[in-house]
């Protein structure tokens, strides 16, 4: 996904909408419309998860944002972006669930994460 000009940002899963059909015959890189949620787990730079590339999904207007933190065992949706960031978070123990909005509307369960 591009970023206004911020570059590209690979995140590690990408969740569309399947009647918008943006994924077939898509290039590599493809914009944010469209885009319901991105997700990140966090890797050997933690902080470029939790943060720069927190802010470049919410400059990208992604709606969405769940962020599976493995060294602090805890699963955080970011929601409503707002220009550099997220004005929405929830966060949750792994182990316990957690509530996706529309148009997931369900509850992640995350005891496998454990």
């Known amino acids: 996904m591009q970023h206004d000009g911020y570059g590209y940002v690979i995140p590690d899963a990408t969740l ?6 943006l994924l077939l015959d898509a290039e590599p890189w493809m914009p944010s419309e469209g885009v319901a949620m ?9 902080d470029r998860d939790r943060v720069a590339k927190r802010h470049c999904h ?28 997220y ?4 966060t949750t123990p792994f182990g316990k669930p957690l509530p ?10 995350t005891a496998d994460f454990l």
Request: aromatic residues 8%; without cysteine; hydrophobic residues 40%.
């Open 100 to 109: 996706l909005p529309a148009p997931f509307s369900f509850d992640l369960e």
């Open 87 to 90: 004005v929405g978070n929830t």
């Open 38 to 46: 991105v997700m990140e787990v966090t890797s050997s730079k933690p």
């Open 16 to 21: 569309i909408p399947a009647e918008l059909d």
């Open 58 to 85: 919410a400059r990208a207007g992604i709606p969405l944002y769940l962020l599976v933190d493995r060294s602090k065992s805890t699963i955080t949706l970011f929601s409503e972006p707002a220009g550099e960031d």
